[in-house]
């Protein structure tokens, strides 16, 4: 299997024993809820660790905006969480980069973009993009640990879920919880990663605008089996890649997909693929390091899974499947255990 890029062994790190918060103390637990296997397992992970569901809320971060945008994502994600969300009986957020990842990576001597977010009252608020320095990207988000140049993370997850924490007053004074899937076992910088620690956001000491925020990452000890044994005891459908085939989910063009990944892609949504072809011909630069998409395309094999069936659920718009299914209906998708071409 070729992969983007050389992942470095993955070192045994000393983790400190599980930190187990006390999950009644806060006022909110925001859970970022990809769809992957891997926030699908922190909302569970909450729910077992008994966090109280109504202070429970799901937030989607949009990779590529609302303003019509579709380079990078999965069509049925959008309708895939908010199917998991109404499941649960929990509220749902979305927040996002306008125009998505794909106006940032096309900035010509421009400001990064406002971020917008939804409110629980239903407003629609955006901040930023008036001031900060005019850049120019024309380029891919680089394969790398570093989150300065794989600026996708950043720009499209991490900036956005911080502005809607810092520009929501409801936060202020209060004690909130921010929960997130990544695990040691994904990558030897995730390794590095702590279990719980302050968020980024948190301003617990502040005389002014004061909010304390944690960070928990449930999973962070988990290995994938764990992921799917607590999905499977829940009965939760995972998203439809998984039974395309593919091992992980997040962004359906993602710049660490394998050769098979692109090579399925390529294979049943073209419309989706050759987009990207075509920005590293008017960049002048692949996201790989030597080979365009379409030669790494054509080196893999489309997964066994993947045929009109699997890939037309996910290439919908629309999730109407049951979410939670019946005893003795949940089976391992095809993608469980395989590649984990990812972040590293
Ligand atoms: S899934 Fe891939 S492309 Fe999308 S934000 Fe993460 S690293 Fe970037």
């Not at 994502?73 to 125009?99: E, I």
């Not at 005019?134 to 640990?145: D, E, H, N, W, Y």
């Not at 395309?297 to 629309?318: D, I």
């Amino acid at each position: 299997m070729e992969l983007a890029f050389d992942p470095a062994p993955i070192p045994v790190v000393e983790h400190p024993p599980e930190i187990q918060p006390d999950l009644s103390s806060y006022d909110a637990i925001v859970v970022a809820a990809s769809g992957g296997k891997d926030s699908v397992s922190c909302l569970l992970a909450c729910i077992e660790n008994g966090a109280p569901l109504e202070r429970i809320e799901l937030w989607h971060h949009d990779v590529d905006g609302r303003e019509g945008s579709a380079l990078f994502d999965w069509p049925v994600t959008r309708s895939y969480v908010s199917a998991l969300a109404k499941a649960f009986d929990l509220p749902l957020y979305f927040s996002w980069k306008q125009g998505g990842l794909e106006r940032e990576m096309l900035r010509e001597n421009a400001r990064t973009a406002p971020i917008s977010f939804q409110t629980p009252e239903g407003e629609i608020r955006s901040v930023g993009g008036v001031s900060g320095k005019l850049g120019t990207r024309l380029q891919f988000p680089q394969v790398s640990a570093d989150l300065t140049t794989r600026f996708c993370s950043a720009y499209a997850k991490i900036d956005v879920s911080s502005a809607a924490i810092c520009n929501q007053d409801r936060f202020l004074g209060k004690k909130t919880l921010f929960v997130t899937g990544e695990r040691a076992q994904e990558s030897s910088a995730r390794a590095r990663y702590k279990t719980f620690e302050p968020h980024r956001t948190d301003r617990r000491d502040g005389t002014r605008r004061n909010r304390h925020v944690d960070h928990w990452r449930p999973i962070h000890g988990w290995d994938e089996r764990q992921v799917w044994e607590i999905i499977e005891r829940h009965r939760v459908a995972p998203h439809p890649a998984y039974d395309a085939g593919f091992g992980r989910v997040s962004c359906m063009n993602c710049i660490f997909a394998s050769p098979a990944q692109l090579s399925t892609i390529l294979k049943f949504a073209p419309h989706k693929f050759m987009p990207i072809a075509n920005y590293e011909k008017q960049f002048g630069k692949t996201i790989h390091r030597t080979l365009t998409v379409l030669e790494r395309a054509a080196k893999g094999t489309p997964y066994e899974a993947a045929n009109e069936y699997t890939m037309g659920r996910c290439l919908s718009e629309h999730f109407d499947e049951p979410i939670i299914l019946e005893p003795g209906q949940w089976r391992l998708p095809a993608g469980a255990f395989g590649e984990n071409a990812g972040p590293t």
